[in-house]
């Protein structure tokens, strides 16, 4: 029994260096591209947003498969779930409302991050992360919007806090839970929500869908990876521009050097398609969605996973841009296929295709490592800190 206290107070009592998420996080991505697909929230926050529409009867699209069933749905189910049962086994859990201009920031950057997703055909996590891992242009090219877009956003707010101090006024209310301590009962609820877990992935078996219930295993790991070591890559955008900490950009790139090592040997050895999250959404799509998407995501103060995460944190606030995303991602996805728009956002553009596998893979670390520099740089110097 010594043996087990020891590993849960490794897991739940101490906190997961951002540097071993990054590694964990890029480990499980590649592991998941093997087993199904790369990660991604987008498209998982529409189809919830689909299945809203459809209960109101304002989506009569026969097609869509129920939550339970989609794939990145039930993904985003297992990352909540995750993250619930990570802050309850370490008694962080807490219904925090926020105060209610704090609330409309959340759903208005849910609603921009739910646009800015369906013009890049992903969320800062699939259009940017799994994308440039992929190696696909249309993930390099997000990475300038959600830069461009994480200053403007940035400079919102520090223009809110000087000219709207009053709007801001009010504390952060705790209406369950603790963040210190917490109540003894909180980890007995995790453990239930493991069991809970394990009993749903039995019954995916059971059902003939054992795969999604090995979507939601990966999505319970990721859930627990993100809550233990707090890794967030709005901070790894916004840092920079703000305080001119580089860790978390640091760890960023780390993550995503191992996961695009991963996802080339995949590829270049016909275990995965080649053309396996290369979105036709270069450049245009790319640049300006992830412009939009950047503001969001730092006025919601999380992006796609991590808006799922912190929702799981009890953070309210989180869950008016979960609400937002799915709500916008799904009604501006219908307004760009009725109006037949997605055809302008751009083209589906392979690197390798066009340089080779060596130098395509070798570009791709330039760039990332080019990333690390700037940021290392600007630590130093401040040049980049905004106002």
Same mark, same amino acid.
């Given at each position: 029994m010594s043996v087990v206290k020891e590993l849960f107070d490794s897991i739940f009592r101490r906190p997961l260096s951002v540097w071993s998420a990054a590694f964990l996080l890029a480990t499980l991505n590649i592991l998941l591209f093997a087993y199904e697909r790369p990660w991604t929230a987008a498209d998982g926050l529409r189809n919830w947003g689909d299945w809203f529409f459809r209960m109101l009867g304002a989506q009569s699209q026969s097609q869509i498969l129920p939550p339970w069933l989609y794939s990145g749905s039930v993904l985003n189910f297992g990352? &909540?779930?995750?993250?619930?049962?990570?802050?309850?086994?370490? @008694?962080?859990? *807490?219904?925090r409302i926020a105060p209610p201009a704090e609330l409309a920031k959340g759903l208005i950057g849910g609603l921009f991050m739910g646009v800015g997703a369906m013009l890049a055909m992903g969320c800062n996590i699939g259009g940017f992360y799994s994308a440039l891992s992929a190696l696909s242009l249309s993930g390099p090219m997000m990475m300038v919007g959600l830069?461009?877009?994480? =200053?403007?956003? !940035?400079? =919102? !707010?520090?223009?809110?806090?000087?000219?709207?101090?009053? !709007? &801001? *006024? $009010?504390?952060?209310?705790?209406?369950?839970g603790a963040l210190d301590g917490g109540p003894s009962l909180q980890p007995w609820l995790? %453990?239930?929500?493991?069991?809970?877990? %394990?009993?749903t992935v039995l019954m =995916?078996?059971?059902? %003939?869908?054992?795969?999604?219930?090995?979507?939601?295993?990966f999505g319970l790991l990721l859930g627990i990876v993100l809550? @233990?070591?707090?890794?967030?890559?709005?901070?790894a955008f916004r840092e920079p521009f703000l305080t001119g900490d580089s860790e978390m950009t640091r760890a960023a790139v780390l993550s995503l050097l191992v996961s695009a090592l991963g996802f080339s040997v995949l590829k270049s050895t016909d275990l995965r398609s080649v053309e396996a999250f290369v979105f036709p959404s270069f450049w245009q799509g790319s640049l300006f969605g992830g412009v939009i998407f950047g503001v969001g995501m730092v006025m919601a103060g999380g992006c796609g996973a991590g808006s799922i995460w912190r929702a799981g944190e009890g953070h309210v606030k989180l869950w008016c841009a979960v609400a937002?995303?799915?709500?916008? $991602?799904s009604s501006f996805r219908g307004f760009l296929e009725q109006r037949q728009l997605?055809?302008?956002?751009?083209? *589906?553009?392979f690197l390798p295709d066009m340089t080779g596998w060596p130098l395509g893979l070798a570009l791709t670390i330039a760039v990332l490592l080019g990333w690390y520099v700037l940021a290392r740089w600007n630590e130093k110097s401040r040049w980049l800190i905004a106002g």
């Open positions: 990352l &909540l779930i995750g993250a619930l049962t990570s802050s309850l086994l370490s @008694r962080q859990f *807490a219904i830069t461009v877009g994480a =200053y403007l956003g !940035l400079r =919102y !707010l520090l223009w809110e806090t000087e000219r709207l101090p009053r !709007l &801001l *006024a $009010g504390p952060t209310r705790n209406v369950w995790g %453990g239930v929500c493991l069991l809970l877990v %394990g009993f =995916y078996a059971r059902k %003939g869908f054992e795969q999604r219930g090995g979507l939601l295993l809550q @233990r070591s707090r890794f967030c890559l709005v901070r937002g995303f799915a709500i916008a $991602g997605l055809q302008f956002l751009g083209s *589906a553009v």
